[in-house]
């Protein structure tokens, strides 16, 4: 642990993502308050704005992903952090002149520039971060990022409650430009193409696919981030009702079980930095455990009755989920070649989040057609089909051809 902290390339992207953690939740936060004022509450304009936040994952995620193995990793962060800062000055002038529409655009700019930036983060890890700290790296970055699932919302809402829709974008406009600054820090990255001809975008994301198709770990990841996204989405719209029905408290109390879970994200992730040794050794029966874990306590929440109980399983949930995460995204990092970093999670990661909003849109049917239990009970089965699915690469051959004649780890 200590040597990762002597990691230049580790602390800048750390000290990156933990400014534009900042800017999420100040970004977040402040538009919520700001589209509600505006729109006198009106709940299709809060749709709108969750829409515009993870549109686009979908639309532009294979493609960031595509021209980030393409780019320089380092001028395609700090020039990414810049331009959100500059898109958003843009829009705070627009604001500022009465155009409050505009304010859609700050979230519709920060989600697309970030599935740009996000692999080229992914590819420096790989490239400087050496293997035997790649858990302890990957914990830390989810720990963070549970610290601010936690203390985010209260700061983007003292943010904007305390300065205003102005400012709060004028403090997100800083904390991008910070990170831009930030990321100078880190060493030259030159994009290397092993001296061959440079081939077109299109034929690097079909090769990109192909890579995929080739590697068996690969494609069991891609089944796994499915169903953990369509048992999260099922459940995820149902929390307050499982707090109101089974628990029999006011629906405010949900915010307390929220943070419990985030609580557990935390605790996992510094769990998961920790023990990087012992987890990179039993990584095979890990993932497949937390799934089963994951799953029985999903069924537990809706059949308890106490709160305590309930309190509880979700601090667990969120520890064992983290667990997954890390060794998954891990795992994921070590055995994906550079050169592929990007297309990778630009085709495996929009899944779980197109499973969350499957799952979602499904939820409301199930409980009208089953009640909580069923809702709950399938989104438990789900994980432990999951689990099965899991414990399959365990058993995968050590190599699988892939797409460039090579062989891949599996």
Not at 162 to 182: K, M, N, P, T
Not at 267 to 285: C, E, M, T, Y
Not at 334 to 354: D, H, Q
Request: charged residues 10%; glycine residues 10%; hydrophobic residues 55%.
């Amino acid at each position: 642990m200590a040597q990762l902290f002597r990691n230049r390339v580790f602390l800048v992207v750390a000290g990156a993502d933990l400014l534009q953690q900042a800017g999420i939740w100040i970004r977040n936060m402040a538009l919520l308050f700001y589209i509600m004022e505006q729109t006198s509450n009106n709940p299709a304009a809060v749709a709108l704005l969750t829409t515009f936040e993870y549109l686009p994952i979908f639309v532009f995620s294979l493609i960031g992903g595509t021209f980030a193995d393409r780019w320089n990793p380092k001028r395609t962060v700090v020039l990414g952090d810049a331009l959100s800062a500059a898109s958003v000055l843009i829009i705070l002038g627009m604001v500022a002149a009465g155009w409050w529409q505009a304010a859609f655009a700050a979230t519709i700019v920060s989600a697309v520039v970030s599935q740009f930036s996000q692999p080229s983060s992914a590819v420096l890890f790989k490239r400087h971060v050496p293997e035997r700290h790649v858990e302890a790296a990957i914990g830390f970055t989810q720990s963070m990022a549970a610290l601010f699932m936690i203390a985010g919302p209260l700061v983007g809402t003292l943010v904007y409650t305390r300065l205003g829709i102005e400012w709060s974008l004028s403090a997100l406009a800083v904390v991008f430009a910070a990170a831009s600054l930030v990321q100078l820090l880190l060493p030259p990255s030159p994009r290397a193409r092993d001296g061959g001809p440079k081939t077109s975008p299109l034929k690097d994301l079909r090769e990109g696919f192909r890579y995929v198709a080739g590697h068996r770990t690969l494609k069991i990841a891609a089944v796994m981030f499915l169903l953990v996204g369509l048992a999260s989405g099922i459940v995820a719209p149902l929390d307050v009702f499982v707090v109101m029905e089974r628990l029999g408290l006011q629906k405010e109390a949900v915010q307390w079980f929220a943070m419990l879970e985030g609580t557990g994200l935390l605790v996992g992730g510094a769990l998961a930095a920790g023990l990087s040794g012992w987890i990179d050794r039993h990584r095979g029966r890990i993932v497949p455990w937390t799934l089963v874990i994951f799953g029985i306590g999903t069924f537990i929440e809706v059949l308890s009755q106490w709160p305590i109980l309930t309190g509880c399983v979700r601090l667990l949930s969120g520890v064992t989920l983290t667990f997954f995460q890390v060794v998954l995204s891990a795992r994921m990092m070590k055995e994906v070649e550079e050169a592929y970093i990007g297309r990778t999670n630009g085709i495996i990661l929009p899944l779980m989040t197109g499973g969350l909003l499957v799952g979602a849109g499904c939820s409301g049917p199930l409980v009208q057609q089953a009640a909580l239990f069923g809702a709950y009970g399938t989104a438990a089965a789900l994980l432990i089909m999951c689990a099965l699915v899991a414990a399959r690469i365990r058993t995968a051959p050590a190599a699988s051809q892939t797409a460039t004649g090579g062989t891949v780890e599996g």
